[in-house]
Each structure stands twice: as C-alpha cells, then as structure tokens.
C-alpha cells in the first residue's frame, strides 16, 4: 500500500512540476520569442513604408511636417529593428538553423540602410516637389525595397514561423503529458483505493469492527485527492488550449495582419513615387489585401463589390465566411468577450480604407499624383491615413483583448500549476498517516 501510495505522489509530484516548467517555457521563452518574430516583420515593413513616404514628398513645403514625421517614424523603426533582431539573436543560441537566419538579417539590414540613405541624401540634393522624385533616388530606393522584400522580410517571416513551430511543439508535449497524468494518476489511485476497501474488509472480519475511522478517512482522504488530481491536470489542458488555441493563434493572425497592412499601405507610396513600377505596386496592394481578407476572383476593381458582399453574407448568418486570409482566421476563432464586436470594427474600419484607396488610384490615373500624394498622406478626417489610423486602432483594439486573455489565462495556469499537485500530494501523505493512526489500536489488540 506504501508502495501505491508513494507512486501516486510521485505521479503528482511529476505533473506540477512539468506543467510549472511548461508554463515558465511558454511565458519567457516562446510566445516572447514569437512576438520579438512578428515584432521584427512589422518593424521592417514600416521602415520601408516611411522611407517611401519621405521620398514621394519631396520637398514640397506644405508636406514638411508629414515629412518631418514619417522620418522621425522610420528612426524609431530602424531602432525597434536592432531591439528585435538582438533579441533573437540571444535566442537563437545553440540552434544552428536560427542563428544563420538572424545573421543574414543582420548583414541585409545594414545593407538596406546603406542603399536608404543613399536615397535620401540624393532626395535632399535633387530639390524636387512631391511626384516629381529623383531618378536616381527612386533606384537606389528600388534597391533597398528589392532587398526588404526578397530577402529581409522572407528572414522575418521565417523567424516568425520558427519560433511559433518551437511554441507548438511545447503546447503539443504540455497537452500529452497531462493526458498522460491523467492515466497515471489512474492507474496508481485506483488501485489505492482498492487496497484501503480491503483493508476495510479484513478489519471487518478480523477485528469485528463495523468501520474502521482512521482507514475510511484515508479512504475518502485518497478519493477526493484522486478527483481534485483529475480535475486540476483537466484544467491545466483547459488553460493552454485558451492560451495557445484561444488567444494566441489570434494574436499571431492579428500582428501579422498590422504588418501586412501597414506594406499594403505603403504600397499605394510606391504607387505614388515609383510611377514607372505603378501597375507593380498595385499588384502588390491586391495581393497583400489578399492575404489580409481572400475574396476569391476580386481584382482592385472587383474587390470592394466582392467585400461588400462577403460582409453583408456575415451580417445575415455569423455562420457564413465568404473569405478566408488573416481576418478569415480571426473570425473562424472568435472566443473571447466582446471579441465579435471588436473584429467586425475592424472589417467596417479596413473596408472604408479600401476604398480611399481607389480615390487614390483615381486621382493618380487622372494625371492629379500631387493631389492624390497629399491625400494619400493627410491625416484630417475624411483623408487616406485619418481611414488608415482609424483602421490601426481596430486592430489593436482587437489584438489587445486576446494579449489579454493570452496573459490571463498563462497566469492562471501557471498559478497552480505546481502549488496544488504539492497540496494534494500531501493529501495521500495525510492518508498514509491516518491508515496508520486507524491501525495502531488494531495491531495493539493482536498482540
């Protein structure tokens, strides 16, 4: 019975402490590894579409102060970047495959702001308004977007998928292995429980005693440890799926999503500075507003229609997703309160930024590119970046109630992750105790 009893501990002990280790893994290691991953592919987007925004402004004077912004902007960036990638770097450590990702990241980034500044400076010097950039710095800023997108942003996103496969993997073993205590706490508990009915039975018929109370407590002592051990290891897997499942696939959809827009948006700059390259660019647009919400078949020209419809579908039936990408995966997750509100905010918010862009287009087709560069870049109410902010701020609303419920639910899981299996481990010590207070008066009668 002794036996039983210390494999049952044992089982207890071993669950809190893997489901503690877990939880510490997941909170300082992986999900921050992840966010340092998606936190170095918005950053970099950003750069790009701040460096884009300076040179489509020239030197216009009614643009300086956006100017002004959009350079200051892209210094925060460039810094944010450094943060990010020394960050990973540490991480990185011991895994070859990673660290050969970060060092290429590394030598690309220094390369990039090498060919950026180049443009800037001859920006500066050429003296042009707003749409009328200088040839020579609109190539060497076509050099340093080729870099970003062929080579810097791949290493992101690889960085990005990396880290969240290493997170998987630690939710994937956590999950197994409380399915796994749950087993074992089984097959110790059970039989426990069996040895103290017998126990019960042959003081009964040994003895002549109806109940024995020091036993029957350890008994009830043993059931009630068995549920409670039942129950927490339920628990812990309750809150990792709420935490990887519920709150964090979201937050990875919705960060991607804020970087994938914020290149989408400086796409229309693109469109705008580089009018050689301006059908590119557009398709650029398109395939990333794509990837943020898939309306299959839409074209720049269809795709509003065809959003218009799909959201119209949703309004009808919450069951109905007529698109899928980023948004698609949010909505196919919604879990959280006020989570639904939140996200359809954010459709209402992207829909009315799609179609200032197709002002956009418009103003530029219509030969009008400095009208379209300052509408393009006001952010007075009614303009392309007021739609764009309004967007920005949806999203981070949205992405802030499932960080929340991100934390909150690591925290509770990691709460009583050890403190309870040490509690109830007690418990069956307890037990033991009692079996042997119950017998000792037992054992003095034999004699």
Same mark, same amino acid.
């Given at each position: 019975m002794l036996v039983t009893a210390a494999g049952l501990v044992g089982v207890l002990v071993a669950g809190g402490v893997s489901a503690s280790g877990s939880?510490?893994?997941?909170?300082?290691?992986?999900?921050?590894?992840?966010?340092?991953?998606?936190?170095?592919?918005?950053?970099?987007n950003d750069m790009d579409a701040q460096l884009a925004n300076q040179l489509m402004m020239g030197d216009t004077a009614s643009l300086s102060s956006l100017r002004v912004q959009a350079a200051g902007i892209y210094?925060?960036?460039? #810094?944010?970047?450094?943060?990010? *990638?020394?960050?990973?770097?540490?991480?990185?450590?011991?895994? /070859? +495959? &990673?660290?050969?990702?970060?060092?290429?990241?590394?030598?690309?980034?220094?390369?990039?702001?090498?060919?950026?500044a180049r443009a800037l400076i001859l920006s500066e010097q050429s003296h042009r308004p707003a749409g009328q950039?200088?040839?020579?710095?609109?190539?060497?800023?076509?050099?340093?977007?080729?870099?970003?997108?062929?080579?810097?942003?791949?290493?992101?996103?690889?960085?990005?998928?990396?880290?969240?496969?290493?997170?998987e993997h630690t939710y994937t073993d956590a999950t197994g292995t409380q399915s796994a205590i749950r087993v074992a706490l089984l097959v110790t508990g059970l039989p426990l429980?069996?040895?103290?009915? #017998?126990?019960?039975?042959?003081? *009964?018929?040994?003895?002549?005693?109806?109940?024995?109370?020091? /036993? +029957? &407590?350890?008994?009830?002592?043993?059931?009630?440890?068995?549920?409670g051990g039942l129950v927490q290891s339920s628990g812990q897997q309750d809150h990792l799926r709420a935490a990887r499942r519920d709150a964090f696939d979201?937050?990875?959809?919705?960060?991607?999503?804020?970087?994938?827009s914020y290149d989408a948006n400086a796409d229309e700059s693109r469109y705008l500075l580089d009018r050689a390259g301006a059908a590119a660019h557009e398709q650029d647009f398109l395939t990333k507003s794509q990837r943020l919400l898939r309306l299959d078949g839409a074209t720049i020209g269809t795709y509003d229609a065809s959003l218009a419809s799909a959201l119209h579908a949703y309004k009808t039936d919450h069951a109905r997703l007529d698109f899928t990408g980023l948004y698609g995966d949010e909505f196919r997750n919604i879990t959280?309160?006020?989570?639904?509100?939140?996200?359809?905010?954010?459709?209402?918010?992207?829909?009315?930024?799609?179609?200032?862009?197709?002002?956009?287009?418009a103003l530029a087709?219509?030969?009008?590119?400095?009208?379209?560069?300052?509408?393009?870049?006001?952010?007075?109410?009614?303009?392309?970046?007021?739609?764009?902010?309004?967007?920005?701020?949806?999203?981070?609303?949205?992405?802030?109630?499932?960080?929340?419920?991100?934390?909150?639910?690591s925290s509770d899981g990691a709460g009583?992750?050890?403190?309870?299996?040490?509690?109830?481990?007690?418990?069956?010590?307890?037990?033991?105790?009692?079996?042997?207070?119950?017998?000792?008066p037992r054992i003095a009668e034999f004699r």
């Open positions: 939880w510490a893994d997941i909170r300082e290691r992986s999900a921050p590894q992840v966010t340092s991953a998606t936190g170095l592919y918005f950053t970099l210094g925060q960036r460039r #810094a944010q970047a450094g943060g990010y *990638v020394r960050d990973l770097a540490e991480a990185a450590q011991g895994d /070859a +495959a &990673a660290e050969r990702i970060v060092a290429s990241a590394i030598s690309d980034l220094g390369a990039y702001e090498d060919h950026a950039a200088d040839p020579k710095a609109v190539a060497e800023y076509t050099l340093a977007t080729q870099l970003m997108r062929t080579r810097l942003l791949p290493e992101a996103d690889r960085l990005v998928t990396a880290n969240n496969a290493a997170f429980l069996a040895l103290l009915a #017998a126990l019960q039975l042959y003081l *009964v018929a040994r003895f002549q005693r109806i109940v024995n109370p020091g /036993a +029957a &407590a350890a008994t009830v002592l043993v059931l009630t440890v068995l549920i979201s937050v990875l959809a919705l960060t991607r999503a804020r970087a994938v959280f309160p006020g989570e639904r509100a939140a996200a359809e905010r954010v459709l209402t918010a992207y829909q009315v930024y799609q179609r200032d862009d197709r002002r956009i287009r087709s219509a030969g009008k590119v400095a009208e379209a560069i300052r509408y393009c870049t006001s952010h007075a109410t009614g303009d392309s970046n007021y739609a764009f902010d309004a967007y920005d701020k949806a999203l981070l609303k949205l992405t802030t109630i499932n960080t929340t419920a991100f934390d909150r639910a009583d992750a050890l403190t309870m299996p040490l509690g109830l481990a007690g418990g069956v010590m307890a037990a033991a105790g009692l079996v042997l207070l119950g017998l000792r």
